[in-house]
């Protein structure tokens, strides 16, 4: 009996150690302070030793509140910059959260390690700069926001949610069919159960021809969220892809539903 929980406990660990190898694909790059100025973007809240993040510099009048984004699972925040562009041009003050073990930061890989320095994150923001503060989270990222949410003490004012899933969990079985991938899950990332106790406005965004996280699994968030809430499916784009195929209207659309703008 000890020999198969010896043998247990090994594949238990491995299997987490493959499963962190398959769902973090972290960045070791780290902009230079001149690179980021050529973007309009500087770090936040202070410089590369102790910055969270990246915002954005472009001065912007009546800005309309904070939207704070949580990329997906590779590259770094700084590879992001569209959603500085494009939300800017729409007057709100941009942060690009970068996650631990990224970049440059230090910590540790792992759902309750991200999530609650996301957590962190947004209060400090809102600390910062007050209310509204919105979310937007992308793939992994949607896991975090979700994570962020439930945190009631946080008053977060509306989410957008890209390519979603309803639970890792959902995924792993679907691309592991014929293992019994529960027993190896350390992260679970449930979205759904997350946003369940969340009042304010979510807006989900699929891509037709997601080849990772195909899209059933984001109407499958839309389907059991109970609150506010509309869906988008963006046409002929796949996981990657899709920042192509959204523009300044579009991002007008959703920001305008989160922000409790029902006006097509």
């Not at 979603?164 to 293992?179: G, I, N």
Request: charged share 20%; glycine share 10%; with cysteine.
């Amino acid at each position: 009996m000890r020999i198969i929980i010896l043998i247990v406990s090994v594949m238990v660990l491995s299997s987490c150690n493959v499963q962190y190898r398959l769902l973090y694909s972290p960045s070791s790059f780290v902009p230079s302070m001149e690179e980021l100025a050529a973007d309009a973007m500087e770090f936040w809240p202070s410089g590369p030793n102790g910055y969270r993040g990246f915002i954005g510099t472009a001065g912007i009048k009546d800005i309309k509140g904070t939207v704070i984004v949580f990329h997906g699972n590779a590259g770094t925040a700084s590879d992001r910059i569209y959603y500085v562009k494009t939300l800017g041009a729409l007057r709100y003050r941009v942060i690009l959260a970068e996650y631990p073990r990224y970049g440059a930061r230090k910590g540790e890989l792992g759902e309750a390690s991200l999530v609650s320095d996301a957590r962190m994150t947004v209060r400090l923001a809102a600390e910062t700069y007050g209310e509204p503060i919105f979310l937007v989270g992308e793939s992994l990222g949607c896991g975090i926001v979700s994570g962020v949410v439930r945190d009631a003490s946080l008053k977060i004012a509306g989410v957008v949610l890209i390519t979603p899933w309803e639970t890792l969990l959902a995924v792993a079985r679907e691309k592991f069919p014929f293992l019994p991938i529960a027993w190896f899950m350390k992260d679970v990332y449930d979205n759904s159960g997350n946003l369940k106790g969340f009042r304010g406005r979510i807006a989900i965004v699929g891509a037709e021809r997601d080849e990772i996280i195909p899209i059933r699994h984001a109407q499958a968030v839309y389907t059991s969220h109970p609150g506010k809430k509309k869906m988008w499916t963006i046409k002929g784009v796949g996981h990657n892809d899709w920042p192509m195929a959204v523009d300044v209207p579009q991002w007008r659309e959703f920001m305008g539903f989160v922000e409790g703008d029902d006006t097509p």
